[in-house]
């Protein structure tokens, strides 16, 4: 038995160990691992305390997937809800749908019995303010931030961009004692993001994707990069086709050179795992690391994850 995670998941590694250990599925393991990180108002890139869009409103995203069945459930720009994951995994199971967004999705988490609550913190809402006043040109600043700004979005959401913040989110991959394999995303997206906004974390084969037959993997970074190359999926596919977990993840990484403006400021990490457990991490980033912990450790183990530059692939 294993769980993986990205590094800001390290909190949550313990509960769903606990959860294996006492018999439980992976399914159940990432989605109690996922909700701890959630409800973390320091974590500022997943649920509660998230950073908002552009209009000061948090939207959430999160999927999760079963890679004994290959079933999966989604949510996109849910808001008022904190555990979107726990709304995904009830589009999973309660609708004949993978994906719920905005209206759909809120309308949804109400009649599962979610409570709503406001989830934009006042350390949120200070770095909000600051981040868009620090990128508005200083001549439109008092005009866009009075009432112009609603106007101004498709402009802002380029003014905003924020190449760190616009990368968190939040992995888990489990494999339980039955040798099922699930996988769990969630986050609050880029930071001033145009509203409505979805990267690659609810949706399957992007951000997320498990098949018990060959293994799972799950990304934080651009999401823009992993929906145009499926980076997910293709890493499961590359097993699937042959090629060993690090050299599947190799290749699902260079991938994204082809569609990487500037391949030297991309930034995107994955986490995997094989059929048979075994877990690795990879980053355009140096210095990023991951977690992971087997049922025969006292506490995760976290590890660099294996860089790969991007300028350096033939393109």
């Known amino acids: 038995m294993i769980v993986v995670a990205s590094a800001n998941g390290k909190i949550g590694i313990p509960a769903a160990m606990e959860i294996l250990r006492a018999g439980g599925s992976a399914l159940d393991a990432v989605e109690a691992a996922t909700r701890i990180v959630e409800d973390n108002p320091d974590d500022h890139t997943v649920g509660y305390g998230g950073y908002p869009n552009l209009l000061g409103e948090v939207e959430l995203d999160a999927s999760i997937m079963d890679g004994r069945t290959l079933r999966a ?62 990128a508005l040109p200083p001549d439109k600043a008092r005009d866009w931030l009075s009432g112009g700004i609603d106007r101004n979005l498709a402009r802002l959401a380029r003014l905003t961009t924020d190449p760190e913040r616009a990368a968190g989110t939040v992995n888990f991959i489990a494999k339980d004692r039955e040798g099922n394999i699930a996988v769990a995303v969630s986050t609050s997206g880029w930071a001033w993001k145009y509203p409505g906004r979805l990267g690659d974390s609810p949706v399957i084969g992007a951000g997320n994707y498990a098949d018990n037959r060959y293994g799972a993997c799950a ?83 976290e590890e660099p994850r294996v860089v790969i530059d991007l300028t350096r692939v033939k393109r």
Not at 219 to 244: D, I
Not at 255 to 268: C, F, G, K, S
Request: hydrophobic residues 45%; aromatic residues 6%; glycine residues 12%.
């Open 219 to 301: 990304c934080t970074g651009w999401g823009e990069l992993a929906l145009r190359c499926g980076t997910a999926h293709a890493v499961v596919l590359y097993q699937r086709l042959g090629f060993g977990l690090e050299q599947a993840c190799r290749q699902a990484m260079h991938d994204l050179a082809y569609v990487a403006e500037d391949p030297a400021r991309a930034i995107m990490n994955l986490i995997a795992i094989n059929r048979d457990g075994r877990p690795i991490g990879m980053t355009t980033v140096p210095g990023r690391t991951y977690v992971w912990m087997t049922d025969d450790l006292d506490a995760p183990v």
């Open 73 to 134: 459930g989604a949510v996109g720009a849910l808001k008022g809800y904190r555990h979107p994951i726990s709304v995904a995994r009830k589009v999973m199971e309660e609708l004949p749908h993978v994906l719920l967004v905005g209206e759909g999705a809120a309308r949804f988490a109400a009649e599962m019995g979610f409570q709503a609550e406001n989830l934009l913190t006042d350390e949120a809402a200070t770095v909000y303010r600051q981040g868009i006043s620090g």
